[in-house]
C-alpha cells in the first residue's frame, strides 16, 4: 500500500511540475531571450530522463537504493536550482536536463517493483488514482502559478513541485529498497542514446531543417531497437499497446506542452484565459479515468482506448481549426476537455496492457522498461518536433505542429484496437 501511496503522490508532483512549467513557458521564453528556441526549453527534461535509462539500473547496482535516492535528490536540486538562477536559454535546458535524468534513475526499478508486487486490479485503481491527482493541480495550478509569479517572479514559482517530488520518490524507495533488480534491467548503453542523440538533433535543427529528419529517424530507430519484437509492426497484445501509447504520447503530450502558445501567440487570448484552456483537459482525464478503470478489464470495452483516442485527436483538431478562423474561448475549453475525456477513456486500459504480459514473454522490468520508452519517447518526438516547427513568430509553425498532432492521434486510434486484442 505504502508502495501505491507513493506512486500516486510521484504523479502529483509531475502533475504540479507540469502546470508550473507549462504555465511559465510564456513568461520564462522572452525573459531568457528563447521565444526562437521553445524546443530547447521544452525538451531538456525529458532528454535528461533517457540519458538516464540506460544507467539506472548500473547506478542501483553500484550505490544501492538509498544511494541512488541520495544522488538523484542531489541531481534533482541541482537541477532546479540551475533552471531557477538561469540568465541564458541553454542554462535553463541544462537545469531540466539534470531534472529529468534523476528522475530516471529509480524510473525502470520503481515501476518494475510495482508490476511485480501491485496485482492488475490494483495497478488499474493505482492508475486511475494517479490519473485523478491531475484534478487538483488542473484546478488551481495554472491561477496559483499566475499568482505566485506575479509576486515572487517566475524564478522562485518554478521550486513549488520540490517537496512534492522528495516526498513521493521518499516513499517509493521505503517500499523496494529490498528488491534486487533483474538482470534484464541492463539496458543496451549506445542503443538507448540513439533516442536522446536523436531528439538532440531535432531541437538544434531550427537553422537546417533536414537534420530534424535524421534527427527522428534516428530517435525512432533507437525506440524500435529496445522495445519488445513486434512493436514496430504492431502486433496484437503488448507489443500494439506499446505503439499506440508511442503514437498517443506523440500526439497528446506534443499538444499540450505547446497549448499556452497556441492560446496566447495563435489564437490570441489573455494568458488566465490559456491557464483555464491548460486546465480543462487533464480535469476531465482524472474525472473520466475514475469511472473508466471500473470496465478496464471488460471484454465488451475493447474499443473505449479506440473511441477515446478518437475524441482526443476531435479535440485537438477543433484547436486547430481555431488558427484558420476566429474561435471563441468557451469553444476552446470545451474542445481542450473533450480532449482530457478522450484521454481518459483510452489511458488506463492501454496502460495496463502495456505493463501486461498474457504470455510471460516479458519480465517486469523488460515492461517498465518499455512503458517508460515508449511514452517517453512519444512526448520527447511530440515536444521536440512541435517546439522545433512553432519556433517562429508566424502562426504558420504552429499550424503544422497541430495537424500533425491530430493526425498522430487518429491513427493511434487506429492501432488501440489491436492493443487490446489476444496475441496470437
Known amino acids: 500500500m505504502i508502495l501505491a501511496i507513493g506512486i500516486v503522490s510521484l504523479e502529483f508532483a509531475a502533475a504540479v511540475t507540469s502546470f508550473v512549467a507549462a504555465t511559465l513557458l510564456p513568461v520564462i521564453a522572452p525573459d531568457l531571450g528563447a521565444r526562437n528556441d521553445l524546443a530547447l526549453l521544452i525538451a531538456g527534461s525529458t532528454l535528461g530522463l533517457f540519458v538516464a535509462l540506460p544507467l539506472a539500473s548500473r547506478v542501483l547496482r553500484v550505490l544501492g537504493t538509498r544511494g541512488a535516492l541520495g544522488v538523484g535528490i542531489v541531481i534533482y536540486i541541482g537541477g532546479l536550482v540551475l533552471a531557477a538562477t538561469s540568465q541564458a536559454a541553454w542554462v535553463f535546458a541544462a537545469g531540466q536536463f539534470a531534472n529529468g535524468l534523476a528522475s530516471g534513475l529509480l524510473a525502470v526499478f520503481g515501476i518494475s517493483s510495482a508490476i511485480r508486487h ?3 486490479q490494483l495497478r488499474i485503481q493505482v492508475v486511475a488514482a494517479s490519473s485523478a491527482m491531475w484534478i487538483l493541480p488542473a ?4 491561477a496559483a502559478t499566475l499568482g505566485l509569479q506575479h509576486l515572487v517572479g517566475w524564478r522562485w514559482t518554478l521550486l513549488v513541485p520540490l517537496p512534492f517530488v522528495l516526498f513521493g520518490r521518499l516513499l517509493v524507495v521505503r517500499t523496494v529498497r529490498g528488491d534486487p533488480p533483474e538482470e534484464s ?5 549506445v542503443r538507448t542514446l540513439l533516442i536522446p542523440l536523436g531528439a538532440a538533433g531535432v531541437v538544434l535543427s531550427v537553422q537546417w531543417w533536414p537534420l530534424a529528419i535524421i534527427g527522428a529517424a534516428v530517435a525512432l530507430a533507437g525506440m524500435v531497437s529496445l522495445l519488445p519484437e513486434g512493436t ?10 506499446l505503439g499506440t501509447m508511442v503514437l498517443f504520447a506523440v500526439g497528446y503530450f506534443g499538444a499540450d506542452s505547446l497549448i499556452t502558445v497556441l492560446l496566447t501567440s495563435g489564437l490570441r487570448m489573455s494568458l488566465g484565459q490559456a491557464a483555464i484552456v491548460l486546465s480543462a483537459a487533464p480535469l476531465c482525464w482524472g474525472l473520466t479515468s475514475l469511472l473508466a478503470t ?6 465488451n470495452t475493447r474499443s473505449l482506448p479506440s473511441i477515446g483516442l478518437g475524441l482526443a485527436a476531435l ?10 478562423v476566429s474561435m471563441p474561448f468557451a469553444v476552446a475549453v470545451v474542445a481542450w476537455a473533450a480532449g482530457g475525456i478522450g484521454v481518459g477513456l483510452s489511458y488506463p486500459g ?3 496492457r502495456s505493463t501486461t504480459s498474457s504470455s510471460g514473454a516479458f519480465t517486469a522490468t523488460d515492461l517498465a522498461a518499455a512503458v517508460i520508452t515508449a511514452e517517453c519517447t512519444g512526448q520527447l518526438l511530440g515536444r521536440a518536433i512541435g517546439g522545433t516547427l512553432s519556433s517562429s513568430e508566424s502562426s504558420g509553425g504552429l499550424l503544422a505542429s497541430y495537424v500533425l498532432f491530430a493526425a ?3 491513427v493511434a486510434a487506429g492501432t488501440a484496437r489491436r492493443a487490446l486484442a489476444q496475441a496470437p
Open 118 to 120: 501491485l496485482d492488475e
Open 139 to 142: 484546478l488551481v495550478g495554472p
Open 185 to 189: 534491467a541492463h539496458r543496451p548503453l
Open 232 to 241: 514496430a509492426r504492431f502486433s496484437p497484445g503488448t507489443p500494439a499497446a
Open 294 to 299: 471500473r470496465f478496464t478489464s471488460s471484454r
Open 315 to 324: 479535440g485537438t483538431a477543433v484547436l486547430t481549426a481555431g488558427l484558420v
Open 350 to 352: 492501454l496502460y495496463i
Open 408 to 410: 498522430v492521434l487518429v
